[in-house]
């Protein structure tokens, strides 16, 4: 089944403690992308891949790193959560070229 | 820069009534794509439809369809004969041109709900 694998689903952590979402995608796409959303904001761009070794920033990177050493994965990296970062992520993918998104089925991420 | 707009938080419908929700959109591109997303309140998000500002006729999917006027630069998403299972959140998002093409711009999302 094709897919977006996102995981931890949901965690509860406190300020500081680094932590890594780690994303996978079994549908050889070349662009991958990390969103998070928030009450009232929709979802907002944190960090693109357009395809290995290839990374920029989106609208809302403060805070987080990512990377991308392999074309199926893509984890998102916060170094030292702060309580602003609770929120729901995404992590999405698609090919090339164009076309819909095909996202993950989010982490919910509490920070204390 | 672009931006998507959706102007009602929340829609209360009667079952099987059809529904318009409405996305207007800002954009100085000459090509861009619109999509819209369903997020049930299981929360992931799932594709419903898409529109290219190049296609000369509405897109439709099923159920869906999306209601394009280019010159007021609306996306309005129609749902015809609602069924409970379209209670949801409804977010339309864009896709912009050579500078914005990597990201997809969401608006603030409506939440539908339909009653019995």
């Known amino acids: 089944e094709a897919q977006v694998t996102q995981n931890p689903r949901y965690l509860i952590t406190v300020t500081g403690k680094k932590l890594t979402v780690t994303c996978s995608q079994n549908?050889?796409?070349?662009?991958m992308s990390w969103y998070r959303q928030d009450p009232g904001l929709g979802l907002r761009q944190i960090y693109y891949?357009?395809?290995?070794?290839?990374?920029d920033k989106g609208d809302v990177p403060e805070g987080y790193k990512v990377s991308r050493k392999e074309k199926r994965n893509f984890p998102l990296i916060l170094e030292s959560p702060s309580p602003n970062q609770t929120s729901l992520y995404f992590c999405?993918?698609?090919?090339?070229?164009?076309?819909?998104?095909?996202f993950g089925e989010g982490s919910r991420l509490t920070v204390l | 820069a672009q931006k998507i707009t959706q102007t009602q938080p929340g829609m209360f419908v009667q079952e099987k009534e059809a529904v318009t929700l409405d996305c207007t959109y800002d954009?100085?591109?000459?090509?861009?794509?619109l999509f819209w997303y369903k997020q049930p309140s299981s929360g992931e998000m799932i594709f419903l439809i898409y529109?290219?500002?190049?296609?000369?006729q509405n897109a439709t999917e099923g159920r869906y369809s999306l209601n394009f006027q280019k010159a007021r630069k609306s996306a309005n998403l129609v749902i015809s004969a609602s069924q409970l299972g379209d209670s949801a959140m409804y977010f339309c998002?864009?896709?912009?041109?050579?500078?914005?093409?990597?990201?997809?711009?969401f608006g603030q999302g409506t939440r539908l709900t339909i009653n019995p």
């Open positions: 954009t100085s591109d000459q090509s861009y794509g």
């Open positions: 999405a993918s698609r090919p090339g070229g164009a076309g819909e998104l095909f």
């Open positions: 998002a864009m896709r912009g041109g050579i500078q914005g093409a990597q990201k997809l711009v």
């Open positions: 891949s357009m395809n290995v070794e290839v990374t």
């Open positions: 529109q290219g500002s190049y296609d000369e």
């Open positions: 549908m050889n796409h070349e662009y």
